[in-house]
């Protein structure tokens, strides 16, 4: 380009660029824009990629390309940008996309829950065999407590309101279970940890508590919660384990590409597991530890809220039809 | 290890292609350090100023007047704020916070969007794991060794941090129409730079571009002349080309 020709170009776009910040900043605040807006922002698109073209050539490396880069990859960013629709984005989470993944995890979910029931067995036998190892899983306290015949629940409201207990309960509960999903990442070997962990504790403090006739109390305690507690726990576990196995046999080109697109698809099952945790965590404050709480009431909070969770994970809760095609999940 | 930034470029249907400049291990860094005082100052000072209206003192024991109010609304707030800053305000503000805003720097995903809530939550989840042992030392190592300085967080939800400076709309705001005496606009925005630069070089670098430029863009100046002015004439020069006064 000869220079007058350059000088010619560059007068007659410095204001058609100098208005486009506020432009730009305009049509990045608007969520839903109109359809002449949008034309708007497709032709400033064609326009500032051939300034920016002509820019790069003639005067690369300074300041004025620069800035017409960054104006370019925020019009891109803004022209690409998905549209917004929140109602039916959760819609589409809750009835299709978590069944879909949830459905996949079947077959993890039952290595998880093989290797909770072995470890729960192998606390239960630990500590029956050699009663002083639960000193490893329990703390003085809880060890002092159940040997004189009190279960460390008991009075637990009397120490703190419900809503204390159960905020601090399904925080704890949420902990573990992201963590037994983000540890997949060791190829699984950290789910497998935390699985087996939780298992050997549960198995030991059964056996330290049937050793002192609390076993029944226990199984009161635990029964409104406990179900779905450890379900949920195993999914975010079966979670892990398919991120563990996305690296040990990636499905996709790359490890990085089969890595990335089993975090995006599992992690929607965790959303479902936070929220169910929410709710034992709820049971676990309110009723569990509530003596006058009858059995019975426990066993039809405990049945129903597995039932619920049922639903949850395989979309019939919102709406999804039994013969509904498991669909491809978008990475 | 190349001493150039690396880049994310995204072909786009005009056939000119956009190219983003990633943030590296310094500037991640420098992001996270503004937001972890921003969010512990937050905390802090929610902390102590919901304590200090619950207790009428400057003392810490709530006592029996607190419970369960004094729990949630003091102490699950104080908390929620420290452990909720970063992926709440990243959905929010599409990928930023004021700590990255600060640094110059935004999440985007590999294609160069706004990343989704999902995404935005599964980088941040993953914070479980980058944060290990200490101080981020498993997401810091990756960030420094991965071609695209990524940590896990990233590479879980398919994110890149880039560089978002707003190189400023003073660059545009000071531009002049050229005329037939000014510089080419080439030439006129390397003057604008070194004008800009002038006080931050040495006085022989300055003297030199300075004498390159104006030869370059006025091929009639002999070399002599210019050689015989002082720094503060060749500055003076420099300006009259850029404003089209020469």
């Known amino acids: 380009m000869s220079d007058t020709g350059l000088k010619h170009w560059f007068g007659s776009r410095i204001e058609k660029w100098r208005q486009l910040g506020a432009r730009l900043d305009e049509l990045e605040r608007r969520r839903l824009p109109s359809a002449d807006e949008a034309i708007e922002a497709i032709d400033l698109y064609r326009a500032l990629g051939r300034d920016l073209s002509i820019a790069r050539r003639v005067m690369p490396n300074t300041r004025v390309t620069r800035v017409l880069e960054q104006r370019f990859a925020k019009l891109?960013?803004?022209?690409?940008?998905?549209?917004?629709?929140?109602?039916?984005?959760?819609?589409?989470?809750?009835?299709d996309e978590i069944p879909s993944v949830f459905a996949e995890l079947k077959i993890p979910l039952q290595w998880i829950g093989l290797l909770l029931a072995l470890s729960t067995a192998a606390g239960w036998w630990l500590v029956t065999t050699y009663p002083e190892l639960i000193g490893l899983m329990a703390s003085e306290e809880m060890i002092s407590g159940v040997e004189k015949g009190h279960l460390?629940?008991?009075?637990?409201?009397?120490?703190?309101?419900?809503?204390?207990?159960?905020?601090?309960?399904?925080t704890n509960n949420i902990v573990v279970s992201l963590t037994a999903f983000c540890l997949g990442i060791f190829f699984g070997l950290g789910t497998f940890y935390i699985i087996s962990l939780n298992g050997l504790m549960l198995g030991a403090m059964m056996a330290f508590t049937h050793q002192h006739g609390l076993a029944g109390e226990l199984?009161?305690?635990?029964?409104?919660?406990?179900?779905?507690?450890?379900?949920?726990?195993?999914?975010?576990?079966?979670?892990?384990?398919?991120?563990?196995?996305?690296?040990?046999?990636?499905?996709?080109?790359?490890?990085?590409?089969?890595?990335?697109?089993?975090?995006?698809?599992?992690s929607r099952v965790l959303l479902m597991c936070a929220l169910l945790l929410i709710g034992c965590g709820f049971i676990e404050g309110y009723l569990s530890p509530d003596p006058d709480f009858p059995m019975i009431n426990r066993v039809v909070v405990g049945f129903g809220y597995f039932m619920v969770m049922i639903g949850a994970f395989t979309g019939r809760l919102f709406g999804r039809s039994s013969q509904a095609y498991p669909g491809q999940i978008r990475p | 290890m190349s001493a150039q930034a690396p880049r994310l470029t995204i072909a786009s249907v005009t056939g000119v292609e956009v190219d983003l400049r990633i943030a590296g291990p310094?500037?991640?860094?420098?992001?996270?350090?503004?937001?972890?005082?921003?969010?512990?100052?937050l905390a802090v000072c929610w902390f102590f100023i919901g304590t200090f209206a619950f207790t009428r003192s400057f003392s810490l024991q709530v006592g029996e007047r607190g419970g369960s109010t004094y729990a949630f609304t003091v102490l699950v707030p104080a908390f929620a704020i420290y452990l909720l800053y970063h992926p709440i305000l990243e959905?929010?503000?599409?990928?930023?916070?004021?700590?990255?805003?600060?640094?110059?720097v935004r999440v985007v995903t590999r294609t160069g969007d706004v990343p989704t809530a999902g995404a935005l939550l599964v980088r941040n989840l993953f914070r479980i794991v980058d944060s290990l042992p200490v101080f981020y030392v498993v997401g810091l190592a990756c960030v420094v060794f991965t071609q695209q300085h990524t940590r896990i967080g990233d590479l879980a939800a398919g994110t890149l941090l880039v560089f978002d400076t707003a190189e400023s709309?003073?660059?545009?705001?000071?531009?002049?129409?050229?005329?037939?005496?000014?510089?080419?606009?080439?030439?006129?925005?390397?003057?604008?730079e070194l004008l800009d630069r002038w006080a931050q070089l040495a006085p022989e670098a300055r003297s030199h571009l300075a004498r390159q430029l104006l030869s370059r863009a006025n091929p009639a100046l002999s070399s002599a002349?210019?050689?015989?002015?002082?720094t503060d004439q060749l500055r003076a020069r420099v300006q009259r080309f850029v404003a089209g006064e020469a």
């Open chain 1, 76 to 95: 891109h960013t803004i022209i690409y940008r998905k549209p917004h629709n929140w109602r039916a984005r959760m819609r589409s989470l809750f009835r």
């Open chain 1, 152 to 170: 460390w629940t008991e009075g637990m409201l009397n120490v703190m309101p419900s809503s204390i207990v159960s905020v601090g309960i399904l």
């Open chain 1, 219 to 266: 199984l009161k305690f635990i029964t409104a919660h406990g179900v779905v507690e450890l379900s949920v726990i195993c999914v975010s576990g079966a979670a892990g384990v398919m991120l563990g196995e996305s690296l040990i046999r990636p499905r996709y080109a790359t490890r990085r590409e089969s890595f990335q697109i089993a975090a995006g698809k599992t």
């Open chain 2, 26 to 41: 310094g500037s991640r860094s420098y992001a996270f350090t503004i937001d972890w005082h921003i969010r512990l100052i």
């Open chain 2, 91 to 104: 959905v929010i503000m599409h990928g930023r916070t004021p700590g990255k805003r600060m640094a110059g």
């Open chain 2, 169 to 192: 709309d003073d660059s545009l705001a000071s531009l002049t129409v050229p005329t037939a005496n000014t510089f080419n606009p080439a030439t006129a925005e390397l003057g604008r």
């Open chain 2, 225 to 230: 002349e210019l050689e015989q002015e002082t």
